[in-house]
């Protein structure tokens, strides 16, 4: 079912702040994909689920090669197995939120070895071929998905 626009933000909105909650109290999700959000559509509510690959910021495990997500959603960062910060789960929040306003799966025909390999050394994301280019949600997600994770918002 295609949900009204101003729906889709509103999830969007509040999977962002259940992630702002989750960094505040230390906790890195590692693995938010569309998936991965709970909608409740009774109330116009949704919940951010499945923290099987969340991990401490206190964890020592930080730049393991074996982290777990799902790879298409995975920031550059994370792929390298380099440190994973709040940034990596705002990289796959970006991903997320393209997804959801595009209404499309991203890098669905691409080899997926072949979109990893782009995405670590060609900074390459999903294409942007909707009505919504150069919109304020374009902006975001773009942001979100910045090759360099100082540069994502928080």
């Known amino acids: 079912e295609i949900l009204p626009f101003s729906i889709k933000l509103r999830y969007l909105k509040q999977t962002g702040k ?4 989750c960094h505040s109290k230390g906790i890195l999700h ?4 569309p998936k991965n959000i709970t909608l409740c559509p009774s109330n116009n509510m949704c919940k951010l689920c499945d923290f099987g690959s969340s991990i401490s910021t206190c964890s020592t495990e930080k730049s393991r090669s074996n982290i777990k997500g799902t790879l298409k959603y995975s920031a550059p960062e994370l ?3 380099k440190t994973v910060t709040d940034k990596t789960d705002t990289y796959a929040f970006g991903i997320t939120m393209w997804q959801v306003i595009n209404q ?6 691409e080899d997926l070895h072949v979109v990893i390999y782009k ?7 999903p294409d942007n071929h ?3 280019s150069n919109t304020p949600a374009d ?3 773009k942001a979100c998905w910045a090759a360099d994770p100082t540069e994502r918002p928080a």
């Open 18 to 21: 259940a992630l702002e909650y």
């Open 104 to 109: 499309e799966v991203p890098y669905e025909k």
């Open 30 to 33: 590692l693995d938010v994909k």
């Open 119 to 125: 995405v670590v050394t060609q900074n390459f994301r």
């Open 79 to 81: 792929l390298r197995g």
């Open 139 to 141: 902006h975001i997600y």
């Open 130 to 132: 909707t009505l919504l």
